[in-house]
């Protein structure tokens, strides 16, 4: 079984940093697509970005040039570096992780071509 333990989450000011980590439990963690996802309060689950197994990536456009997503296989973790945070990038992030080497889901509701998911860690940005 794949497990997925998201950290990082916090409170901070817009304009403000954050790095959430992601621990993941699988042998062959360095093939899989992983990726960071969000749920604001009352709104639909939405994809952050994506990293491939050869480490391309992909963003949506609310966060390029601000987030950076990352992986380290020596260490099986996945990373989202988030600089100048806004009030909307409020949220509960999870982690996920798909069986296939390339993420092709990115702006694909409910599950986003994911096979696994973390529970998530909570991101406040206060204005």
């Known amino acids: 079984q794949v497990r997925l333990v998201e950290s990082g989450g916090g409170s901070v000011q817009a304009g403000g940093s954050l790095r959430l980590s992601c621990v993941v439990s699988?042998?062959?963690?360095?093939?899989?697509?992983m990726g960071w996802f969000r749920q604001a309060p009352g709104k639909e689950r939405e994809g952050v970005a994506t990293?491939?197994?050869?480490?391309?990536?992909s963003y949506v456009d609310s966060v390029k040039g601000r987030f950076t997503i990352s992986k380290d296989n020596a260490k099986n973790t996945l990373y989202l570096q988030m600089n100048s945070l806004k009030p909307e990038d409020t949220g509960m992030y999870y982690c996920?992780?798909?069986?296939?080497?390339?993420?092709?889901?990115?702006?694909?509701?409910?599950?986003?071509?994911?096979?696994?998911w973390g529970t998530g860690t909570l991101v406040t940005i206060s204005s």
């Open positions: 996920a992780a798909a069986r296939g080497s390339y993420c092709y889901g990115l702006h694909s509701p409910p599950h986003y071509g994911m096979d696994y």
């Open positions: 699988v042998y062959t963690y360095s093939t899989y697509c």
């Open positions: 990293i491939d197994a050869d480490d391309g990536t």
